[in-house]
T-cell receptor, first 107, second 115 residues
């Protein structure tokens, strides 16, 4: 079936550094790629998304890039802060999720 | 503000019991989804519904069924609970026509333990 591979599974950075999470998908019909943040004990919440007619989208410290030819997309967080510590999920088609990346930001 | 609620935060059931998990959304969304979340596996789609009384199988429907009698309510049913169904269950909803790929709004989750 269709799947999404997400890397790395764990990422530890120093406060102020950048963090990059990458996802690869298999379904060519995917045209919507959201990223969700899930803090400990809470529900996943959308932080940014991108559609296939756009190559890059930015929202303050967060950006997402999409390469439809290569079928991969990435989340970039700049100037990381301790409150960025959470599990991040990518998804293709909105319903096919990656396994998640646990991000630790050390103060 | 979109609100998705689930009937229970924690549930403990015995093997073989019939289990009902309820989800309600208040944004008049057409689409509703049930996922299970397991460590290292992310979120996996069990069932979804694009309209009242309509349902579609997701990636892991075995052992589950669903019911959508009203637009705002989507129920997940474990016909005969088994220990491998111990998991976190997340409900979600989104707007849009059937097949539309849109942002999903999640409920708080139900942590189910099957003994």
């Amino acid at each position: 079936g269709e799947n999404v591979e997400q890397h790395p599974s764990t990422l530890s950075v120093q406060e102020g550094d950048s963090a990059v999470i990458k996802c690869t998908y298999s379904d060519s019909a995917s045209n919507y790629f959201p990223w969700y943040k899930q803090e400990l004990g809470k529900r996943p919440q959308l932080i940014i998304d991108i559609r296939s007619n756009v190559g890059e989208k930015k929202d303050q410290r967060i950006a997402v890039t999409l390469n439809k030819t290569a079928k991969h997309f990435s989340l970039h967080i700049t100037e990381t802060q301790p409150e960025d510590s959470a599990v991040y999920f990518c998804a293709a088609r909105g319903t096919i999720f990656g396994a998640g990346t646990r991000l630790f930001v050390k103060a | 503000d979109v609100k998705v609620t689930q009937s229970s935060r924690y549930l403990v059931k015995r093997t073989g019991e019939k289990v009902f998990l309820e989800c309600v959304q208040d944004m008049d969304h057409e689409n509703m989804f049930w996922y299970r979340q397991d460590p290292g596996l992310g979120l996996r789609l069990i069932y979804f519904s694009y309209d009242v009384k309509m349902k579609e199988k997701g990636d892991i429907p075995e052992g589950y069924s669903v019911s959508r009698e009203k637009k705002e309510r989507f129920s997940l049913i474990l016909e005969s609970a088994s220990t491998n169904q111990t998991s976190m269950y997340l409900c979600a909803s989104s707007w849009g026509l059937a097949g539309a790929q849109e942002t999903q709004y999640f409920g708080p989750g139900t942590r189910l333990l099957v003994l």
